[in-house]
Nanobody
Framework: QVQLVESGGGLVQAGGSLRLSCAVS????????MGWYRQAPGKQRELVAT???????NVPDSVKDRFTISRGTAKNTVFLQMNSLKPEDTAVYYC?????????????WGQGTQVTVSS
């Protein structure tokens, strides 16, 4: 069973930056997609960014000019660089892995990391 552990959240002023990290325990097998989602209080969880094992990214227009997703050289880590943060970016950010060939990795989630942006 894989485990995803996020880090890097915190409190930052509007206009600041944060870098989130997510590490997957164990090996990932086959094609896969890692990504970040967020959920603000009272709202549904929404996509922030994904990156495939081939390097293809999917970043919504709402954040694409400010957020960058990347993978580590070991390929079992994913990062989210967030710049020019806004108060509306405040949410719990979750790491996700979709890897059908990885035991327990078909749709796995981390515990979440809080990002709070003050105005």
């Amino acid at each position: 069973q894989v485990q995803l552990v996020e880090s890097g959240g915190g409190l930052v002023q509007a206009g600041g930056s944060l870098r989130l990290s997510c590490a997957v325990s164990g090996s990932i097998f086959g094609p896969n997609v890692m990504g970040w989602y967020r959920q603000a209080p009272g709202k549904q969880r929404e996509l922030v960014a994904t990156i495939s094992s081939t390097g293809s990214t999917n970043v919504p227009d709402s954040v694409k000019d400010r957020f960058t997703i990347s993978r580590g050289t070991a390929k079992n880590t994913v990062f989210l660089q967030m710049n020019s943060l806004k108060p509306e970016d405040t949410a719990v950010y979750y790491c996700n892995l979709r890897s059908p060939l990885t035991p327990g990795g078909s749709d796995s989630w981390g515990q979440g990391t809080q990002v709070t942006v003050s105005s």
